[in-house]
T-cell receptor, first 110, second 113 residues
């Protein structure tokens, strides 16, 4: 049973467009919400992360929006580039356990 | 170079033949973990270790064993592999869990026939 629900499963965006990936969770004990980026044939790598006491965090073209009351968080990729084409995983952590969403494959068309 | 290494990268085996996938990190991390990645399911945690000799089950531990005798190594053992364990496996380490960045290895693709 997936503890973190992620959507959409895949998306296609034009170069320069905005990609938005949404995640929802139920366990209010989660206290750390990272996003991982995975390229084909590679292991996931941390992209950006947020804690529930902050509603938004921005790093370059990547922004996490966090809604604690709705138990939802999302990743926005601004000015999407072909090099952003990858699979993105949201996750939620509590102590030693990290639960991942099912992943979103993003394709950026040039 | 700071990294997590896994061996082998690819493995094809038969049902019931015991196998071990090794994992090693050179970052002196306390925490290590094993995940399996399956299409449509994301990554699911199999086992994790908070430190040497301290391990605990993740979400999908059935059919797997682990040991942590040294800080740098965390092997995954399949005593009697079955076809439903065909998957892509990742080892990860972090300085600490509960908010720490996890560093993933390159993955091991296992096929059990």
């Amino acid at each position: 049973q997936q503890q973190v629900k992620q959507s959409p499963q895949s998306l296609i965006v034009q170069k320069g467009g905005i990609s938005i990936i949404n995640c929802a969770y139920e366990n209010t004990a989660f206290d750390y919400f990272p996003w991982y980026q995975q390229f084909p044939g590679k292991g996931p790598a941390l992209l950006i992360a947020i804690r529930p006491d902050v509603s938004e965090k921005k790093e370059g073209r990547f922004t996490i929006s966090f809604n604690k009351s709705a138990k939802q968080f999302s990743l926005h990729i601004m000015d999407s580039q072909p090099g952003d084409s990858a699979t993105y995983f949201c996750a939620a952590s509590n102590d030693y356990k990290l639960s991942f969403g099912a992943g979103t494959t993003v394709t950026v068309r040039a | 170079e700071a990294q997590v290494t896994q061996n082998p990268r690819y493995l094809i085996t038969v049902t019931g033949k015991k196998l071990t996938v090794t994992c090693s990190q050179n970052m002196n991390h306390e925490y290590m973990s094993w995940y399996r990645q399956d299409p449509g399911l994301g990554l699911r945690q199999i086992y994790y270790s908070m430190n040497v000799e301290v391990t605990d089950k993740g979400d999908v531990p059935e059919g797997y064993k682990v040991s942590r005798k040294e800080k740098r190594n965390f092997p995954l053992i399949l005593e009697s592999p079955s076809p439903n364990q065909t998957s892509l496996y990742f080892c990860a380490s972090s300085l600490r869990q509960g908010g720490g960045e996890q560093y993933f290895g390159p993955g091991t693709r296992l096929t059990v026939t």
